[in-house]
Each structure stands twice: as C-alpha cells, then as structure tokens.
T-cell receptor
Framework: NAGVMQNPRHLVRRRGQEARLRCSPM?????VYWYRQLPEEGLKFMVY????????ESGMPKERFSAEFPKEGPSILRIQQVVRGDSAAYFC????????????FGPGTRLTVL | GNSVTQMEGPVTLSEEAFLTINCTYT??????LFWYVQYPGEGLQLLLK?????DKGSNKGFEATYRKETTSFHLEKGSVQVSDSAVYFC???????????????FGKGTLLTVNP
C-alpha cells in the first residue's frame, strides 16, 4: 500500500518562474493538507483541501500561491512568479477526514529558487 | 496562538546512550500531542501520540508523557541505536470546537545522530 507520494522531490526554479508541486494521497484518503518548512523553522500549515473543495487556506500567502485537489488526479500546489523567499521544503499530508484521524506525510518537495 | 518549542539540535550520542529531547507547548485547552520522526530522504512518520493529560505514548522503545502542569511532552529512549538517527518533530493538534482541529503546529525539529 503506497504512502503519500510527492513529486518532484527536488525542484529548481529561477525568480519569476512558476512552480507546480504534486501530491497523491494514500489510497482511501480524500483529505489533503499542505505544510511549508522554511529554513530553520518548523512545518507550518498552509491549506486543507478535500476533493474539489478548499476547506481552509488561512496559512497560504494571499498572492501567487494557489492549491487545488481535483476530482481526478493529484493535489497541486502552484506558486506563480517565484521569489527567493519561496525556497523551502513543502510537505503534503493526507487523512481519512474522520475525527481524530492521523495525518500521513509524504517525503516533501524541496524548492530552490535561484 | 499555539506554539511548540523543542530542544535545539543537533544531538549526538553514542549507541546505547539515554536520549531525552525536550518539548514544551503553548495552547488553549487540551491539545493532542505528537512526536513525528523523519528518516533521511523520507517523509514524516508518526512515532507516538497522547491525547489527554498523564497519557503516555510509546513506540519502538520511545516514550513521552503528556504533562499538563508543565505543558511538556519530552521524548525519551533508554538505549538509542544507530538506526534511530533522524530528525524528531514535536507537534500539537488543537481540540477546539471551532473546526480547525486539523492544523498541526510543529516545533523546529531536532536532529539526532547516533554513533556506533
């Protein structure tokens, strides 16, 4: 049973380019969470999605960042016009959505902006 | 707001040494508390958890006790192995009724290296 999958594992972009990070949840999970880990910081919540719905995006920067979880396919975290401050590790987690459930994490995508 | 403070690393120990990684938290109410472990090149894995005061979570020889009076959840292991080398994250999950009880708040992580 495959765990949470993220790709790419490493992504290098130049300032002004777009970054697309993908997350495939565990089988049977319909809830996805994105967290960001800046250098020397802990993971911080960004957004919580269910299939075709954004439940909570209170941790997302207001500009340039967007997330989706379509009916088919992986969840996508999109960063437009990247800047050096976007360099971080981005982790995706998934869960069943039941009360008290455990969030299972993927290996993360390390984004480097040159 | 909620916050987690854990011992700064890196921590370097010899095999069979005793391990303690301190973790304290600030939260309203009584959150659930977690330790996650990240082995090199892998995602975070849940190591153990405790959901109420005085609960002890345990797994793979690791233990942590939910101490409400000191707002702490220190991770301990009596005898570490080389294979325990990893980054350890303390985290909390609120138990509020406002609907945001899915947001995990993490500490910065502690890198543990165990030498043979």
């Amino acid at each position: 049973n495959a765990g949470v999958m993220q790709n790419p594992r490493h992504l290098v972009r130049r300032r002004g380019q777009e970054a697309r990070l993908r997350c495939s949840p565990m089988k049977g999970h319909s809830h996805v969470y994105w967290y960001r880990q800046l250098p020397e910081e802990g993971l911080k919540f960004m957004v919580y999605l269910q299939k075709e719905n954004i439940i909570d995006e209170s941790g997302m920067p207001k500009e340039r960042f967007s997330a989706e979880f379509p009916k088919e396919g992986p969840s996508i975290l999109r960063i437009q016009q990247v800047v050096r401050g976007d360099s971080a590790a981005y982790f995706c987690a998934s869960s069943t959505g039941l009360a008290g459930d455990t969030q299972y994490f993927g290996p993360g995508t390390r984004l480097t902006v040159l | 707001g909620n916050s987690v403070t854990q011992m700064e690393g890196p921590v370097t120990l010899s095999e069979e040494a005793f391990l303690t990684i301190n973790c304290t938290y600030t939260a309203t109410g009584y959150p659930s508390l977690f330790w996650y472990v990240q082995y090199p090149g892998e995602g975070l894995q849940l190591l153990l958890k405790a959901t109420k005061a005085d609960d002890k979570g345990s797994n793979k020889g690791f233990e942590a006790t939910y101490r409400k009076e000191t707002t702490s959840f220190h991770l301990e292991k009596g005898s570490v192995q080389v294979s325990d080398s990893a980054v350890y994250f303390c985290a909390l999950r609120p138990r509020d009724s406002g609907g945001s009880n899915y947001k995990l708040t993490f500490g910065k992580g502690t890198l543990l290296t165990v030498n043979p």
